[in-house]
T-cell receptor, first 116, second 114 residues
Framework: SAVISQKPSRDICQRGTSLTIQCQVD?????MFWYRQQPGQSLTLIAT?????????ESGFVIDKFPISRPNLTFSTLTVSNMSPEDSSIYLC?????????????FGPGTRLTVL | EDKVVQSPLSLVVHEGDTVTLNCSYE??????LLWYKQEKKAPTFLFML????IEKKSGRLSSILDKKELSSILNITATQTGDSAIYLC??????????????FGKGTKLSVIP
């Protein structure tokens, strides 16, 4: 199984600033995803990070607000831009270990973001 | 829109009790249902269910899928304080253009008290 790390683990940011979250996987993975978990809510998929091309965003999420990069098969970043208190959430990176075990996503430890 | 509903939303039990967590779903192009345990932040994978009526078991945890009723249950027997966590149910479904998506329920927060 893939081991996923995220940086930072937590941050407190001021309104209007941006934060970039890094996700590193210890092996090459076919797909990487970014989720958001707002307090008391379920995990919501933000986007699928595509290697070498633009991310695929879910309804309600746009590239200007959540730019994503995936320069190779083991690394991705998510930027939360022009933050507001409503962006306070846990942001989770996940990855697919193998195209055969496509349903068994592995999750990073998450980044707890607080926007003041 | 795909929907996953879990019940109860929270549950408090004593050590040694047996608990049953419920998950129902409304999705098109269902492929599988997954259970995760979330402690602190990162969910960890428990089970994947694709076939109706076949129980998956791991130690004190077991789960079964009922495709006719569009639901699944997660059972935990002889609960321990270490079982305290949020249990997430997710449904994997084909979302078109060769891609799939996991839709998560809100989770059941289980608290096991000594």
């Amino acid at each position: 199984s893939a081991v996923i790390s995220q940086k930072p683990s937590r941050d407190i940011c001021q309104r209007g600033t941006s934060l970039t979250i890094q996700c590193q996987v210890d092996s090459q993975v076919t797909m990487m995803f970014w989720y958001r978990q707002q307090p008391g809510q379920s995990l919501t998929l933000i986007a699928t990070a595509n290697q070498g091309s633009e991310a695929t965003y879910e309804s309600g999420f746009v590239i200007d607000k959540f730019p994503i990069s995936r320069p190779n098969l083991t690394f991705s970043t998510l930027t939360v831009s022009n933050m507001s208190p409503e962006d306070s959430s846990i942001y989770l990176c996940s990855a697919l270990d193998s195209p055969i075990r496509y349903n068994e996503q592995f999750f990073g430890p998450g980044t707890r973001l607080t926007v003041l | 829109e795909d929907k996953v509903v879990q019940s109860p939303l929270s549950l408090v039990v004593h050590e040694g009790d047996t608990v049953t967590l419920n998950c129902s779903y409304e999705v098109t192009n269902f492929r599988s249902l997954l259970w995760y345990k979330q402690e602190k932040k990162a969910p960890t994978f428990l089970f994947m269910l694709t076939s109706s009526g076949i129980e998956k078991k791991s130690g004190r945890l077991s789960s079964i899928l009922d495709k006719k009723e569009l639901s699944s249950i997660l059972n935990i027997t002889a609960t321990q304080t270490g079982d305290s966590a949020i249990y997430l149910c997710a449904v994997d479904a084909y979302s078109g253009a060769g891609s799939y998506q996991l839709t998560f329920g809100k989770g059941t927060k289980l608290s096991v008290i000594p």
